[in-house]
Nanobody, 122 residues
Framework: QVQLVESGGGLVQAGGSLRLSCAAS????????MGWFRQAPGKEREFVAR????????WYADSVKGRFTISRDNAKNTVYLQMNSLKPEDTAVYYC???????????????WGQGTQVTVSS
């Protein structure tokens, strides 16, 4: 079993930046594909970004493409989400996820963090 803990969320004004971190423990981190999802109030959880276990390939939702960057440091067992040019519609709880099968759906991931709140004011 792998445990995931997100951090770095907070309150920021529109146009600002935040960097989320997801620290993994419990199992071999390097074997997992990693993803970020988010859930806004009153909406279902949606895919944001994902990265392969080697970090050689990344995917992004159209809504964040060009603004967000996912990366990982396997030596530190950590995955990051750099968020720039934030918009009020980015406000959500952001979740880190790990899975052995790559994909952009919730079913592709076996382990989830508890989430970190990101609030973007206008």
């Amino acid at each position: 079993q792998v445990q995931l803990v997100e951090s770095g969320g907070g309150l920021v004004q529109a146009g600002g930046s935040l960097r989320l971190s997801c620290a993994a423990s419990g199992r071999t981190f390097n074997s997992y594909n990693m993803g970020w999802f988010r859930q806004a109030p009153g909406k279902e959880r949606e895919f944001v970004a994902r990265i392969t276990w080697r970090g050689s390939s990344t995917w992004y939702a159209d809504s964040v493409k060009g603004r967000f960057t996912i990366s990982r440091d396997n030596a530190k067992n950590t995955v990051y989400l750099q968020m720039n040019s934030l918009k009020p519609e980015d406000t959500a709880v952001y979740y880190c996820a790990a899975g052995l099968i790559g994909g952009s759906t919730e079913g592709s991931y076996n382990y989830w963090g508890q989430g970190t709140q990101v609030t973007v004011s206008s």
